[in-house]
């Protein structure tokens, strides 16, 4: 009797988007032996580039329901996957921990509700006696911010891991496609994609992973799905301050759902916005850079030295992510708003067991 992997060998899987979950979807699938395709016009230049890479998992407030469950399940998947990916790269790595902040009193006693009720070791309150909450305050001028620690989570670079993976999808012969996917039908039991230079191409099984243009493709097929675009920003700002050193400080936090990852003594990268448009807003500066109250000088006075964005899909309707088996081989697997990265795990998990049951 040929085993599972020899039969999938034959089964054509073709994966519209090359983010995150695209990429975590072929290298799933390409484990298992599936003959894998990835189609995307622009792979460099999705939203997943531009991403900061915090992981928030452990330290996910609402500790029930279907998005817990999706990030418990990634935090027990991603040390797998990396030591997994390490053999291709040995300097990517989940630098930890993770330190989320703030100067409001009531969201602080929230936090620290939230330690207690879970009673989790990698879970810590940081407050006004602890070294790592003195270097802040002192940095930030100011004696208000407080917040907690997670052991479990951190941060991989997103550049990094996407060139990775790409290292280790080519290890596995996964072919790459630099094309538009502008229709999509079945015929008999397989799948033709047609793409924007007029390329048919035949598979098994679509996975669509492009963001909002999955709409596009799905909505002659009559499933009532909406998908509205999210913009986010992130600035790198230079400081000219001898008395601040940015390499004090942690190697990355969140104040006030402000993510700041210093990058040299006067270096700091903050991000990222929520904006529900396809094109920036101007004026970003001042809306990244007021952290507190009252910004201290230095980040006054900072400069702009690169900014980037990237349009994420927000579902509209239902919760994030949409992750739907639409039968006949169809599988939709976007929508993943601000956790794509932390979640690619569990979701090339569900996507491979979707298939493998298709074809079982």
């Known amino acids: 009797m040929k085993s599972l992997k020899e039969n999938f060998q034959k089964v054509h899987v073709l994966v519209i988007g090359s ?10 699938l390409s484990e298992l032996g599936f003959q894998i395709t990835i189609i995307d016009p622009t792979q460099d230049k999705n939203s997943s580039n531009a991403a900061l890479g915090l992981l928030m998992g452990n330290i996910y407030q609402k500790r029930k329901g279907r998005s817990w469950t999706l990030r418990k399940q990634s935090l027990e998947l991603w040390p797998i996957w990396l030591k997994h990916l390490q053999a291709f790269n040995n300097e990517l790595n989940i630098e930890k921990p993770l330190i ?3 100067t409001n009193e009531e969201t602080f006693k929230k936090l620290k509700k939230f330690i207690n009720e879970n009673n989790d070791q990698n879970l810590k309150s940081l407050e ?13 001028q100011t004696r208000n911010i407080k917040g907690i620690i997670s052991k479990k989570d951190g941060r991989i670079n997103a550049g990094t891991l996407l060139k990775t993976i790409d290292t280790c ?8 496609l630099k094309d538009k996917v502008i229709k999509i039908r079945k015929l008999n039991t397989h799948w033709i994609a047609t793409s924007k230079t007029k390329k048919e191409i035949k598979s098994d099984v679509i996975i669509l992973c492009n963001s909002l243009n999955t709409i596009d493709l799905i909505d002659n097929l009559s499933h009532n799905i909406k998908l509205k675009p999210v913009l986010g920003q992130a600035i790198e700002i230079s400081v000219n301050d001898a008395e601040v050193d940015l390499l004090a400080l942690p190697k990355h936090f969140n104040i006030n759902g402000k993510n700041i990852i210093p990058v040299s003594k006067n270096k700091l990268i903050i991000g990222s916005t929520d904006e529900y448009s396809t094109k920036p807003e101007e004026n970003i500066f001042e809306k990244l850079t007021n952290i507190i109250d009252k910004k201290p000088n230095w980040l006054v ?3 702009v030295l690169k900014r980037w964005s990237g349009i994420r899909s927000r579902p509209d309707g239902e919760p994030s992510p949409i992750m739907k088996n639409l039968g006949d081989g169809l599988i939709i697997c976007t929508g993943f708003y601000k956790n794509g990265i932390l979640l690619a795990p569990a979701c090339s998990k569900w996507v491979a067991n979707e298939i493998k049951n298709y074809f079982s």
Do not use: M, W, Y
Request: hydrophobic content about 45%.
């Open 169 to 176: 999808l080519k290890n596995k012969k996964v072919n790459f």
């Open 301 to 303: 006075k900072a400069h």
């Open 100 to 102: 989320q902040l703030t």
């Open 19 to 28: 983010g995150i979950i695209g990429k975590f979807n072929a290298l799933e």
């Open 128 to 140: 006004g006696d602890s070294i790592i909450i003195e270097n802040i305050n002192k940095a930030f």
